[in-house]
């Protein structure tokens, strides 16, 4: 069986071409103003001189930002936002959320949004230096938050911790090998390598697996169903890339050749899980990725959730409505990116940092 990945869970040009022909981007990005869309900005990792600006665009604007229950409760039309608001989200809990984002949300008296990745986290002995630290030595180890900086920036109130799943995953959905792990892996992005086993055993496909054979993947949170791709099959072809000289094996002019007539095996016996499975491994993403937040930082207010990619199906939302989730970033073909009253809470929609200029206002750069 092989499953690629449909249109609606790609980004790209097209993707974009049809966003605008369908009217998707707000009016405020071609000089209108924001009505009644709540503009909500996502970031990941954050640069001190590009975030400074930003905030500064913001402040000397009057803008203020909101919290996920806010956005949530203008969504469910339980509220009425009047005047200057937007919100800013950080995807993944990165490092700099803490070294350079936070420092500098302080100084300019605004808050935001953080969606974390619990299985993600590591602990530590002590939090990192922060561009407040001046003198002390530049930040190293995790490339997320730790542990004991996520619990000092809930507690410090800039920060709106929440979940962005249990363990951010792509799984595997097709038994057809399109490609192999080679040297040039390793600047595939970290989130982007997909989920090789699930928990407990949890495991992700690393750069230094070289010959691993890679497959169609989607996010754990879509309809795809999981190709269990046998693991022999993996290593056969790691312990071939190894016996062959390692990164000098792909120097070969049939080393793609080699490496298919090992991963070729693999789809005459890889299994798909089951509908059930697919809904219990879905619905266990997102309860523990809540719970382990609520309980490692001692707090009661993780309820809402930026699903990775944008990436939603049936079944997630589903089990959102069972699990009590008050809202969900998430996208789809249709719909204007940012925050309506009247907005499906499961389907909110916002836009990258890079169109924040174009919010009404002095300095304010219209997007072309």
């Known amino acids: 069986m092989t499953t690629g990945v449909p249109f609606e869970e790609r980004g790209g040009k097209l993707r974009g071409v049809i966003d605008l022909a369908a009217g998707r981007y707000p ?55 009047k ?24 100084r300019y ?34 490339p997320f ?33 399109r490609g192999f792990v080679t040297p040039d892996y390793a600047s595939t992005p970290l989130l982007n390598r997909p989920q090789l086993v699930p928990r407990p055993a949890l495991r992700f496909l690393t750069a230094s697996e070289l010959g691993a054979p890679l497959y169609a993947a989607r996010s754990r949170m879509s309809d795809g169903l999981r190709a269990m791709v046998p693991l022999d099959v993996h290593e056969q072809c790691l312990k071939l890339v190894a016996r062959e000289g390692g990164p000098a094996f792909f120097s070969r002019g049939d080393w793609r050749a080699a490496l298919r007539r090992v991963a070729n095996e693999a789809k005459t016996r890889t299994p798909f899980e089951s509908e059930p499975e697919q809904r219990r491994e879905i619905e266990e993403e997102l309860d523990r990725g809540r719970a382990t937040l609520n309980e490692r930082l001692a707090i009661r207010s993780v309820n809402h959730i930026c699903l ?61």
């Open 27 to 81: 009016a405020f990005l071609l000089g209108g103003p924001t009505g009644d869309l709540l503009p909500v900005f996502h970031f990941h990792e954050v640069a001190r001189a590009d975030l400074d600006a930003k905030l500064n665009f913001l402040a000397e604007n009057g803008y203020r930002t909101v919290t996920s229950s806010e956005i949530a409760a203008h969504a469910r039309r339980e509220t009425v936002l």
């Open 109 to 142: 008296g605004m808050r935001a949004i953080a969606y974390a990745i619990p299985s993600r986290i590591v602990d530590a002995a002590d939090c990192r230096p922060t561009l407040d630290d001046e003198g002390r030595p530049a930040a190293e180890g995790s």
């Open 145 to 177: 938050v730790t542990w004991p900086e996520l619990r000092r920036l809930s507690v410090s109130g800039v920060i709106d911790v929440q979940c962005h799943t249990d363990t951010h995953s792509m799984v595997f959905s097709s038994s057809d090998a």
């Open 308 to 368: 990775p990619w944008g990436v939603s199906g049936r079944h997630t939302v589903e089990a959102l409505e069972r699990l009590g989730y008050r809202s969900a970033f998430a996208n789809r073909l249709r719909g204007a990116l940012g925050v309506r009253p009247g907005d499906h809470p499961y389907w909110l929609k916002r836009l990258p940092n890079r169109y924040l200029f174009a919010l009404p206002g002095r300095g304010r750069r219209l997007w072309r």
């Open 83 to 106: 005047g200057r608001f937007v919100g800013l989200c950080f995807d993944d809990a990165w490092a700099s959320l803490w070294t350079v984002a936070a420092p500098l949300l302080r």
